[in-house]
């Protein structure tokens, strides 16, 4: 009788311990990465869909600078465009850029920060010293006077996503360095080393997983900075031509003097998609950070009322915290 | 401790020697010839063009000239003498010069602004790791938020609060033209940080949550290490267990990012500086730019890359004083 008891309620464990461990993978649903979620959802659908749904961004008008209305729900500019038009297209163009940036910097840290760290020696060494000295070489200011050098007509979108995302995985790859080298050295790796695992199946099957979370982390980065350095560019007027970005609405608006005529609608809706874009990220890295270091996770006062505690209780709890 | 040097030295070595490499090869890589490009800008802008000026801006981008490789030994032995060529914009003023001008306003500017914002920023981090869950703590995600925003954007929106709506700063410029002339005068510097506040306003704020999160993450790791619970239960003051025993070992990280950072402030600077019209290093940049000054794009562009490094061999030296680890793990 007893044993069945026991098999009755290990059963049931086990079943459910093959999706227990994906959901283990997965960022815990709390509140930050559900807003986190909400708004970047929100930002990108719009950027799929917006430029569908509304008109021509370029269509001028005898309306100019008229502040946010019934017909204008942004306002117009100098020459009378919608700047909510132009907000739907500028998000879409800054997406691209920033997804582009994101693969592609995140493959140049993998390549660097894995493949070295795992191989070791000379190449180890190499690879290194390449990424600390891409770390120390600013980025902007190479990407401006990159930039500058190519013909306008040949500064096309993949060059300047190319040109960024080779100034900004360095970061990337020395974290990443430092986890696989801790990662390498540990007793289950040197266990499919021994049974005779090839190296490229090491690298993708044992260690790759273990990676997944600051990768992710990293890549969600290199997505803001990518679209924050787009900007930048655009806004001097460096841009990838042909493209129409929300840097590139920025430029427009500081150059026709915006600021001075006080039209306040037509830059700050396009530093807000940005700003709001980039703490939508922030807030699903911070859910990412708690999965890598769980000492960061569940020990905040809304997490503890979650628990069902009493506020005594909680207060009982901080005071044992400040000691 | 000998290997831990040498590899610090190689290490610097390589990288002086890729920035001024790099310096040397982009506009000798880049698809297209730079002479082209810029006698087409300089037709577009109806400017008449002569096959001397052809010839004149070939000898100044090296299109043309020798082997690549003597170009190289030329370069090279033109930065050994400080010779960085002719300035365009401001001809014929030499581009040490005119860069000579700009440096200290943007040293002063985004050096202070830095060590204000990394000062507050670890400070604030390390009292909401000590207090989780507190206001501050809970201060911390709206912080970061500030860090997704441009700089640019925030310098644009402090200028349209503090100098239109609220007419409380000065718009423009380093220091008040009108009434002071450059000098170690009370005038002058009172002048000066009067019209640096904002620049420096916007850099503290979207530079300050990176530094609280960071040092509000590494406090609470730290926190939680047996030493911390040893001292704890020895009966020590809280006090010295925070600053002493937590704080002290969870600054390093933000300490050696630092320098790295310094980076995306000197990046984030440069176009703040465009829209303060603030006369440093970026506004040169995108002057030299925008007129084609290709000699100061390169100089601007080499001792922005040497200041960066420069700034990560002082954190370096100081780490290995602060981390006796950092030493010995070599």
Do not use: C
Request: hydrophobic share 50%; no cysteine; charged share 10%.
């Amino acid at each position: 009788m007893a044993s069945t008891l026991a098999a009755d309620e290990t059963a049931p464990a086990q079943a459910s311990s093959g999706r227990r461990s994906i959901a283990r993978l997965l960022p815990s649903r709390s509140p930050k990465l559900v807003v986190g979620l909400i708004i970047a959802g929100v930002i990108i659908l719009w950027g799929i869909v917006g430029p569908l749904v509304v008109g021509d961004p370029h269509a001028i008008s005898t309306n100019a600078f008229a502040p946010p209305g019934p017909a204008h729900w942004l306002g117009t500019t100098q020459t009378g465009e919608d700047v909510w038009t132009q907000v739907a297209y500028g998000t879409r163009g800054s997406l691209i850029i920033g997804f582009t940036v994101g693969i592609l910097a995140t493959v140049l840290s993998a390549f660097f920060g894995v493949l070295g760290a795992y191989l070791g020696g000379a190449l180890d060494e190499g690879f290194a010293l390449i990424t600390n000295v891409a770390l120390v070489i600013p980025g902007i200011p190479l990407v401006i006077v990159i930039g500058n050098y190519v013909p306008t007509n040949q500064r096309g979108l993949l060059l300047i996503a190319l040109v960024l995302a080779i100034t900004s995985w360095a970061g990337s790859a020395r974290v990443l360095r430092a986890v696989t080298l801790s990662i390498r050295s540990r007793d289950y790796v040197a266990a499919s080393r021994v049974s005779g695992e090839k190296t490229w199946r090491i690298l993708v099957v044992e260690i790759l997983p273990n990676l997944i979370p600051v990768m992710a982390s990293q890549f969600v980065f290199a997505i803001i900075f990518a679209i924050l350095g787009e900007a930048g560019l655009s806004f001097l007027g460096l841009g990838a031509s042909n493209t129409f970005t929300l840097g590139t609405i920025l430029f427009q608006a500081y150059n026709d003097l915006a600021l001075t005529q006080g039209a306040w609608w037509w830059f700050v809706p396009p530093g807000l998609v940005i700003a709001l874009f980039g703490a939508a990220l922030s807030l699903i890295n911070f859910s990412i950070d708690e999965i890598i270091n769980p000492k960061l996770r569940n020990q905040t006062r809304s997490a503890r009322k979650a628990w069902g505690l009493t506020d005594e209780q909680i207060r009982l709890l901080e005071k044992e915290d400040i000691k | 401790m000998m290997r831990f040097y040498l590899q610090k030295i190689v290490f610097y070595v390589v990288a002086l020697w890729a920035a001024v490499t790099l310096n040397f090869l982009i506009p000798r890589l880049m698809p297209g010839n730079p002479v082209d490009v810029m006698i087409a800008k300089m037709g577009a802008a109806g400017q008449p063009v002569t096959p001397g000026t052809r010839h004149a801006l070939e000898v100044e981008l090296g299109g043309s000239g020798g082997s690549l490789l003597h170009q190289y030994g030329a370069y090279i032995v033109n930065l050994m003498h400080g010779n960085l060529g002719i300035s365009l914009t401001d001809y014929p003023e030499k581009v040490t010069t005119v860069i000579g001008q700009a440096l200290p306003w943007t040293i002063a500017l985004v050096g202070l602004a830095t060590i204000i914002s990394f000062i507050l920023g670890v400070g604030l981090g390390m009292l909401a790791g000590w207090k989780r869950g507190s206001w501050l703590d809970n201060l911390i995600p709206v912080t970061t938020m500030f860090q997704a925003v441009p700089y640019f954007w925030l310098a644009l929106i402090l200028v349209l609060v503090l100098t239109r709506v609220v007419p409380l700063f000065p718009y423009a410029g380093g220091y008040d033209v009108a009434s002071t002339t450059p000098g170690l005068s009370l005038g002058f510097i009172g002048s000066a940080i009067y019209h640096g506040f904002l620049p420096a306003l916007t850099i503290v704020i979207s530079s300050i949550g990176g530094w609280m999160l960071g040092m509000r993450n590494m406090m609470v790791s730290t926190l939680s290490e047996d030493y911390i619970v040893t001292a704890e239960a020895k009966g020590l003051n809280p006090r010295r267990v925070r600053m002493t025993y937590a704080a002290r070992n969870a600054v390093l990280p933000s300490l050696s990012g630092f320098a790295i950072s310094l980076g995306f402030v000197v990046a984030g600077s440069i176009v703040t500086e465009q829209v303060f019209s603030y006369p440093g290093i970026g506004q040169l940049l995108f002057t030299a730019v925008s007129n084609d000054d290709y000699a100061l794009m390169q100089g601007v562009f080499l001792v922005i890359s040497l200041s960066v490094l420069a700034a990560n061999l002082v954190v370096d030296v100081l780490y290995g004083l602060i981390d006796p680890r950092t030493r010995a793990r070599s």
